[in-house]
């Protein structure tokens, strides 16, 4: 790196226990999307003792720092936005944390508005790269809204990695607006399963089965957008962009082995044809596998940009022939959606899931699917349900529900009465379950 820079980052530089001194009781704490700054973190456990009424949002919880643990609650108060890894969810499901809730487009829109009632970030966490010859730090594989965060945060913490890729766009911050670097010592939570292990663990027979449903809805030239979740990213691996060419991406989230399929399959992913920055995959978070990450770095046709304009849904409405893949987590008869929340349980969080659904209908000539296997627990309940489970949130409104795709087929909402919706969706429901939604259907929507 330059001199310049090479001297700035070396005078910033800290140990975490260094670092965390500078958080204060009352601060509120904000670990922005896709950001495990492990080794921060742990520092900062070791100084709650110290501190009092500390808020830390944790925008998507990803690692297993015990904050849910009495003796650090009584000094730091956790909140998530995205509930992610078995740890937050059990901790979140006991009651133990409090919800972070809004749009991920929002909170520094409105930040950037100058909204006196809103709280602004005291301190932001964050993981980059050390700067290079310009002094740019790289944000990696999340952009979101890190960025817009660090503009509004009174203190700035990286923890440094040379692991992380840097990517062409908007994804890098200068060495001059971060205040403290903190090197890596911990390495982040690994809690998922590689792509391979996760693959065999798959019933392929029902992704294959959903992957055919969702493959017709797909043309050479469309644009692609996929949100987040567990049936939505064997999707690829068994064809629905098989006979294509010449798809765009616009996306929230490029899944994991996508990569490895731009680089085999040239032709596949162009993006000529995008009506927004044609020749280019537009997303704000790439999901990586162990094999993907040295050609994704600088490749030349990603854009890494922030959250704010990738899940705009005026954004998202200009791109012509847009499909939307979405996971649901249940979905009542009348078409409502529940991403977050089985009843009062927390499982996951809304992502952009609803600014992408209105805004992929809103395309001229897009689609928004929605995608989930017709049942969980193994069978043992049915995600299509009369009505929502008490303390259920509608993540989308049945409003801007267009398709809805299960093992069983397709289910076409759009345009559809009360009535007739709930028999597109008692038709893909499981075969086990389709009576008694029968029964309830008639108790609810007809004298």
């Keep these: 790196m330059a001199n310049r820079a090479r001297d700035e980052f070396t005078r910033k530089l800290k140990s975490a226990d260094e670092a965390v001194k500078a958080i204060t009781s009352g601060d509120l704490v904000v670990v922005p999307v896709g950001t495990d700054p492990k080794t921060i973190e742990v520092a900062l456990c070791a100084r709650a003792p110290e501190l009092k009424d500390v808020r830390l949002r944790l925008h998507n919880g990803l690692n297993d720092v015990p904050w849910y643990e009495p003796e650090l609650m009584d000094h730091i108060q956790p909140e998530v936005w995205f509930v992610v890894g078995g740890y937050v969810r059990e901790k979140m499901n006991e009651r133990l944390g409090d919800m972070a809730i809004g749009a991920c487009t929002l909170w520094t829109k409105t930040l950037d508005d100058g909204r006196a009632d809103l709280r602004k970030p005291d301190v ?18 999340v952009r979101w809204d890190k960025k817009e965060l660090a503009a509004h945060a009174k203190l700035v913490i990286s ?3 040379d692991s992380h890729i840097r990517t062409r766009g908007d994804n890098a911050i200068h060495v001059s607006e971060i205040d403290i670097f903190v090197q890596r010592e911990i390495p982040p939570t690994a809690f998922r399963k590689t792509l391979r292990e996760e693959m065999a663990s ?8 959903i992957a055919g449903h969702v493959a017709p809805f797909i043309k050479s030239r469309d644009t692609i957008l996929m949100g987040a979740g567990g049936t939505i990213e064997p999707l690829p691996m068994f064809g629905i962009f098989d006979g294509k060419e010449d798809l765009g991406w616009h996306t929230e989230r490029l899944p994991r082995g996508m990569m490895k399929m731009m680089r085999d399959r040239p032709g596949l992913f162009t993006g000529k044809y995008k009506t927004l920055d044609p020749g280019k995959h537009v997303l704000t978070l790439l999901a990586l596998t162990e094999d993907d990450a040295d050609f994704a770095n600088m490749h030349p046709q990603i854009e890494m940009r922030s959250v704010r304009y990738v899940n705009d849904i005026r954004v998202i409405a200009a791109q012509d022939n847009l499909v939307s893949i979405l996971n649901a987590l249940t979905i009542d008869l009348t078409g409502q959606v529940a991403s977050e929340h089985v009843g009062p349980r927390p499982q996951a969080g809304p992502g952009g899931q609803p600014e992408i659904a209105i805004g992929s209908v809103l395309a001229k ?7 989930m296997p017709s049942t969980a627990r193994g069978g043992k309940t049915s995600r299509i349900v009369p009505q929502l489970e008490l303390g259920s949130v509608v993540t989308v409104t049945r409003a801007f529900v267009d398709y809805v795709v299960t093992e069983y087929g397709v289910a076409r909402l759009m345009g559809k009465s009360a009535r007739q919706r709930a028999e597109e969706l008692i038709a893909i429901a499981h075969p086990d379950f389709r009576g008694e939604l029968r029964a309830a259907s008639r108790k609810l929507f007809w004298p």
């Design 124 to 141: 932001l966490l964050l993981e980059t790269t050390p700067p290079d010859e310009q002094g740019m730090c790289s944000f990696g594989a």
């Design 159 to 161: 923890e440094v990695s």
């Design 365 to 371: 000539g897009g689609r928004s699917i929605m995608v």
């Design 202 to 209: 798959k019933d392929a027979a029902l992704y294959k089965a």
